[in-house]
């Protein structure tokens, strides 16, 4: 394993490990990775990082998607559906919600 694998593992590991320890840091982590414009995949890496935390046998049931399924939505190339977005995030104690950013000009009618 080289030592960009090895740091990547240990980073991996350690984010796992922090939400394992700390259950109220998921909400604001899965915030974070919502929020990243820059890297759309954030949100993807980070649920699954949320999923490893809480058991990913145990979220996937929870969700009603088998566990296969969930690593596959779940991974760097994975497309989840809202409906299985809604279901991942019930699973984990969260939802997704929306909310105001600023003032925003109002549309013509």
Known sequence: MSQIDK???SYEAGIVEDLRADPDFAAEYLRAALEDEENPEALLMALRHVAKALGVSEVAEKAGVNR???YRALSPR?????KTLRAVTKAMGLRVTVEKIGPQAHPAH
């Open 78 to 82: 994975g497309n989840p559906t809202l």
């Open 68 to 70: 296969e399924s969930l």
């Open 7 to 9: 740091a990547s593992v």
